[in-house]
């Protein structure tokens, strides 16, 4: 409250509402709130609630108006000597100036405290800034690292990769290779077949030499090409310089089976 300012306010704690139509007011120079006052000075011994002084007089506590009507204030000190009126007027100025006084000195205490509040809220968000700071420091290195790793993983694959790739050409390549020999070997063998088979196996001839469509002999024939009994295979037993018999090759498992082919 500011020396300007024309009213007061309760001196009950944690109320201080501004006063207006009627307040208590003490021997110890403090105000209170119709509300307040009646609940606290209803008893004896009256105890006043802003300084808990005993208030044990007659006119220790008095409930006054604020706003008198004209009437009142014109004979409220009619008849008193000038002495009196004075003494009177001084003393109700003490009172308003201390409850002024005191109006600053609350302002000022707060202002402290608030004051407090606020540096240690400063300082409390300085460490915690301080302490996010770090953290960010900390998440900048760490997204550093790993950039880095990732990077080196990158390098990594696509290192890989072109092996990878190097490795399916290859690989297409020795496919290409292996189905050209595969197939090479395959007709290479039906014609040693048809060379080195006696002549009741030979394939039938027209009159003009050329075979007849359709006619198989048992070593023309693809089965008997592919596989021999016991899984042997005819055309892989075949030597390249042919200086030897196909009979040769036979185990004597082959041997009796081609016996029992004769006879028949």
Same mark, same amino acid.
């Not at 604020?66 to 009437?71: D, K």
């Given at each position: 409250?500011?020396?300007? #300012?024309?009213?007061?306010?309760? $001196?009950?704690?944690?109320?201080?509402?501004?006063?207006?139509g009627f307040a208590? +007011?003490?021997?110890?120079?403090?105000?209170?709130?119709?509300? /307040?006052?009646?609940?606290?000075?209803?008893?004896?011994?009256?105890?006043c609630p802003a300084c808990s002084s005993a208030l044990s007089g007659k006119l220790d506590i008095v409930r006054?108006?604020?706003?008198?009507? #004209? #009437?009142?204030?014109?004979?409220v000190l009619a008849g008193l000597r000038p002495e009196i009126v004075l003494d009177i007027s001084a003393r109700a100025l003490a009172f308003w100036t201390y409850q002024v006084h005191q109006e600053r000195l609350f302002q000022e205490y707060s202002l402290s405290r608030a004051e407090t509040q606020v540096k240690q809220a400063e300082k409390l968000l300085a460490q915690h800034s301080?302490? =996010?700071?770090?953290?960010?420091?900390?998440?900048?290195?760490?997204?550093?690292?790993?950039?880095? +790793?990732?990077?080196?993983?990158?390098?990594?694959?696509?290192? +890989?990769?072109? =092996?990878l790739m190097e490795r399916n050409r290859q690989y297409q390549k020795l496919q290409g290779l292996y189905d050209?020999?595969?197939? =090479? $070997?395959?007709?290479?063998g039906e014609r040693e077949g048809?060379?080195?088979?006696?002549?009741?196996?030979?394939?039938?001839? =027209?009159?003009?030499?050329? +075979?007849?469509?359709? /006619?198989?002999?048992?070593?023309?024939?693809?089965?008997?090409?592919?596989?021999?009994?016991?899984? $042997?295979?005819?055309?892989?037993?075949?030597?390249?310089?042919r200086t030897r018999s196909f009979f040769h090759f036979n185990s004597p498992a082959n041997s009796q089976s081609l016996a029992f082919v004769r006879k028949q």
């Open positions: 409250m500011s020396l300007c #300012e024309d009213f007061l306010l309760c $001196n009950f704690p944690k109320c201080r509402a501004k006063l207006s208590w +007011v003490t021997a110890c120079s403090h105000a209170f709130c119709d509300q /307040h006052g009646s609940g606290e000075f209803s008893h004896s011994p009256a105890i006054t108006e604020l706003a008198p009507s #004209e #009437e009142y204030k014109a004979m301080q302490s =996010r700071e770090l953290e960010l420091n900390a998440m900048r290195g760490e997204i550093s690292s790993l950039k880095k +790793v990732m990077d080196e993983y990158k390098r990594k694959y696509s290192e +890989v990769s072109e =092996r050209s020999l595969r197939l =090479r $070997n395959m007709v290479v048809i060379r080195f088979a006696p002549p009741e196996f030979a394939p039938a001839r =027209r009159r003009d030499n050329t +075979v007849m469509e359709g /006619h198989h002999s048992p070593y023309n024939s693809p089965s008997l090409l592919g596989t021999g009994s016991e899984g $042997n295979k005819i055309f892989s037993i075949l030597e390249p310089d």
